[in-house]
């Protein structure tokens, strides 16, 4: 293995680390073994506030590994020790063989979808969560400006987690909102695993033609792009807003809302 090689694998690397780092997590290199065409990688909790709001392991490992060819890297297998767990090694739960899937980096289309327009007589529609307060206040400052335009805004609450049943009717929900609306905005990525159900909440979106924007707060505005490219979405238009927005005074998330609602407009391709 060249110089030239091991920089750019250790460069790659570091751009895997920025993904977990959002959630207080991180990455150590164990080994970089061009012999066997392996990077070695432990995921590190020690300052994880919420280990629970990371992607899970499996989620997790895809998305790194994900990662890596879209900086090129192809040459390399992806072994992730995850502490977490959900191994597929008998005896070794933390030890994860990930093998790259493509040989190439594939083309990559960053089509952003259509422009949103004039909203004026238009249906604008909220993807809410039931996780962050900050995004419904946020959401519900928009909601009146839009409103107040002559828009007709319509929502729906994302509930993460949901199994059998349940999941599949939240998800006929969404899909039905969605197929009656005009515009979608999408929200909100605050934590690894939000972030992740956000941009494929998203993205499911903007494949039906709609225009469409994530809603991200900074610190995980490079996992949003990550995974919009994992979702097959890399051209995915997102609004990133401060971070921390939660546990802001509501009347200091309000003034946020307001001073964005123009960025919105412009990353929609909308007017009012």
């Not at 073994?33 to 590190?44: F, K, M, P, R, Y």
């Not at 949901?162 to 939240?170: H, N, P, Q, T, Y």
């Not at 238009?237 to 609602?261: K, T």
Request: glycine share 8%; with cysteine; hydrophobic share 45%.
């Amino acid at each position: 293995m060249t110089v030239t090689e091991v920089t750019d694998v250790r460069s790659a690397i570091e751009t895997l680390r920025g993904l977990v780092q959002g959630d207080g997590a991180d990455l150590s290199v164990i080994a970089i073994d061009d012999s066997i065409g392996t990077v070695e990688l432990a995921l590190e909790l020690v300052d994880a506030n919420c280990a629970e709001c990371m992607l899970p392991p499996a989620r997790l490992r895809e998305v790194l590994a994900s990662s890596l060819v879209q900086q090129g890297v192809t040459k390399y297998r992806l072994v992730l020790r995850d502490p977490r767990g959900g191994g597929a090694m008998p005896g070794d739960s933390e030890r994860i063989l990930v093998l790259d899937p493509t040989a190439a980096v594939a083309s990559i289309d960053l089509d952003a979808g259509p422009d949103a327009g004039s909203l004026a007589g238009k249906t604008v529609f909220f993807r809410v969560d039931a996780l962050w307060t900050s995004w419904d206040i946020v959401s519900q400052e928009w909601e009146r400006m839009l409103t107040e335009a002559g828009v007709k805004v319509t929502s729906f609450r994302r509930t993460q987690g949901l199994a059998g049943a349940d999941a599949a009717a939240a998800d006929r929900e969404y899909a039905r909102l969605v197929s009656e609306a005009d515009v979608a905005i999408v929200g909100l990525g605050n934590c690894g695993s939000c972030t992740s159900w956000t941009i494929k909440d998203a993205a499911e979106a903007a494949r039906t033609g709609m225009p469409t924007t994530a809603v991200v707060t900074d610190q995980f505005a490079a996992l949003a792009g990550t995974l919009a490219g994992h979702y097959q979405r890399p051209g995915l238009r997102a609004q990133v807003l401060p971070f921390p927005l939660q546990n802001r005074p509501d009347s200091e998330v309000r003034d946020i809302a307001v001073e964005y609602f123009p960025a919105l407009l412009t990353t929609l391709g909308a007017t009012v």
